[in-house]
């Protein structure tokens, strides 16, 4: 092999291995490329999804202040019926302490 057919087979090698490259490029770029009604499309989503998130947000921030409240409230009902349920047992115990003592001076 002389000087020039080494030349022409080093370029023929070289010219081959640019196409392939060129061509690699070409399929990559043809499969991961975003076109501008895409972008358009991701930036409505995320947008969307950034709202979505404000909204569950804010939904769970209401549903812990609701639950904090009824769980006040449920305590001063609890707190209400245990007051109510005293007066009542000694409203019961000074009934029946009458009771007693009426039966007591009407038989003696």
Known sequence: MNRTEFIIATAIILFVAFC??????????????VSK???GELEKMAQDLHEAEET???AILYLQQREAELSNQL??????????????????QEAEELRAWIEKNNLG
């Not at 009902?77 to 109510?84: C, G, H, K, P």
């Open 20 to 33: 392939m490259g060129w061509f690699a490029y070409w399929v990559i770029h043809r499969f991961t490329r």
């Open 37 to 39: 009604s895409d972008m």
């Open 56 to 58: 569950r947000d804010q």
């Open 75 to 92: 305590a001063q009902t609890e707190a209400e019926l245990s007051a109510a349920m005293d007066g009542l047992r000694d409203a019961r």
